[in-house]
């Protein structure tokens, strides 16, 4: 026992005479410091400059100071850098010096020197419309029930004004239309226009709804002459026609006449017989294949009808039989 007790007892020793030494031994070391921006308007920022979180410089103090800094993390001071009062303006360069370290140890030096690369601009924060972006197409047996949609429809997005770009938009990354064929809803991400600005949204919710295409006839949709006010009057023959449209299935199976309208434009046209093609108005999903009748005889006030070839009419007729 008085064996350990002795070699506890030396051991003790042992460690008060290093603490004594390293608390009296001045030495210089190189240590890392936090660097801070101080003073700077809650309105302005330093984003996009070239600031070193950290910054090594070298100091002068007793032994047992610097080593519980380094292994125990114990705070000693820090780089401080105070911008009050400064503006936004071009960029600049920024020498670190002594008198830019705070700490109650005698400061040697920044070493390697540091020279900062800044610029102050004003942080501002801007609302900018969503945009879906896809890729390739839907295969050619289907469609859209409605144009897609994503939500939310626009994003806050905040950072130095001069990273904000003269477009507008936040776009999403490429959605694949090539593999859709129902209705999809997905978490898409938002692409970030520069990497100094943030985005309130990470993501948007993006809504394809998607259906089979369907082929539908439409018949005796009536007919309407588009007429300039105080013009003659105007008939049209045949007065209905038959209608091939194309669209998603259940949208296409729901439609009635009334969501069509077709005209033939007559305008200011003379008296007289026309040939005119129809235009079809439709709702906008919907893709016309045909026209049945593609055009249509006009006939425009009392033009004078023609009149028969001599001996082929009526009266050539009659004429040749009094003859007799």
């Given at each position: ?6 070699k ?64 125990f993390?114990?705070?000693?001071g820090?780089?401080?850098i ?34 900062l ?5 004003n942080q ?14 839907l ?19 905040s950072g130095?004004?001069r ?31 520069h ?6 949204e ?12 369907e082929?539908r ?56 017989v ?5 235009q ?7 893709t ?16 004078p ?20």
């Amino acid at each position: 026992m008085n064996r350990i007790g002795l070699k506890i007892s030396c051991l003790v020793a042992s460690v008060l005479i290093w603490v004594q030494v390293a608390t009296t031994s001045v030495v210089e070391q190189s240590t890392t410091l936090p660097l801070r921006v101080v003073g700077l308007d809650e309105k302005l920022t330093l984003a996009g400059s070239q600031i070193p979180p950290q910054v090594d410089v070298v100091v002068r103090s007793n032994k047992l100071l610097l080593l519980t800094h380094r292994y125990f993390n114990r705070y000693i001071g820090e780089v401080r850098i105070n911008f009050a009062g400064l503006e936004p303006g071009p960029s600049f360069s920024y020498p670190l010096a002594k008198s830019d370290v705070f700490t109650d140890l005698a400061v040697v030096g920044i070493t390697p020197p540091v020279l900062l690369r800044l610029q102050i601009d004003n942080q501002v924060e801007r609302r900018f419309p969503v945009e879906l972006v896809t890729k390739n197409s839907l295969q050619p047996e289907f469609a859209f029930y409605e144009a897609p949609s994503v939500t939310p429809d626009s994003v806050l997005v905040s950072g130095p004004e001069r990273f904000f770009t003269d477009d507008p938009v936040i776009r999403t990354v490429p959605v694949d239309l090539s593999g859709v064929s129902a209705w999809e809803e997905s978490s898409v991400a938002l692409v970030v226009p520069h990497g100094e600005l943030e985005l309130a949204e990470a993501t948007v919710r993006a809504v394809l709804n998607v259906g089979r295409l369907e082929d539908r006839t439409l018949a005796n949709i009536p007919v309407i002459p588009l007429v300039d006010a105080g013009r003659p009057e105007v008939g049209v023959s045949p007065p209905v026609a038959d209608i091939m449209v194309r669209g998603v299935v259940d949208s296409v199976l729901a439609l009635t006449k009334s969501r069509f309208l077709i005209t033939v434009p007559v305008g200011s046209r003379d008296e007289g017989v026309y040939e005119l093609s129809g235009q079809v108005d439709h709702p906008s999903w919907l893709t016309v294949i045909r026209l049945e009748p593609a055009e249509f005889q006009v006939i425009v006030g009392d033009p004078p009808r023609e009149q028969p070839d001599e001996g082929t009419g009526i009266e050539g007729r009659e004429q040749g039989a009094s003859g007799e």
